[in-house]
Structure formats: C-alpha cells, structure tokens
C-alpha cells in the first residue's frame, strides 16, 4: 500500500485508518498549522492509546514497528492537521 496522506480541518473528528494492509514499520507525521494541535492515537489489541508525543503542536513523526490494527488521528483545536502514514 502506497502512503496515506490527507489533511484534517474539523475539531474533534477523528479520522480513522485502519493498518491491516500496511507492513511494519509505519511512519506516521502530524504537521498542524500554525497554533494547531493534534493527537494521534494507536490500537494494537487493548484499545485506544497515545502515540509517544502526545498532543503535538508542532511536526511531529514516530514509527510503529509492532503490531498495530488501527491509527486514530484527531485535530484537538486550530485550523488544520496534515498527516501522513507511510
């Protein structure tokens, strides 16, 4: 599967992506715009958790290399969140 890259402009609606077809490891970035912050969670089997960043106001990138069923990413305020999961 090629990378997945879209932008979110909607508070509090998270976009879902769902990783069965992506191989380990994945790459995930969050860029929100200016005075933007973001969250990217994870589920790997026990349910919604927190990406190593936390909340992100600024780029941010980590790599999963474990086993992960789904990428939860969530605009918190500001105008807007690119993200990318490759």
């Known amino acids: 599967m090629s ?5 979110i402009t909607t508070v509090d609606a998270p976009v879902v992506i ?8 994945r790459r995930v970035t969050l860029s929100p ?4 912050s973001a969250l990217c969670e994870y589920d790997a ?3 919604w958790a927190a990406w190593p960043a936390g909340e992100v106001s600024a780029d941010a990138s980590d790599e999963f ?3 992960v069923n789904a ?3 969530t ?4 105008d807007s969140v690119a993200y990318q999961v490759i």
């Open 71 to 73: 990428l939860r990413i």
């Open 33 to 36: 715009a200016a005075g933007a």
């Open 3 to 7: 990378a997945i890259r879209d932008t």
């Open 45 to 47: 089997g026990a349910g």
């Open 18 to 25: 769902n990783c069965d077809n992506l191989r380990p490891p």
């Open 65 to 67: 290399v474990g086993v």
């Open 75 to 78: 605009l918190v305020d500001g």
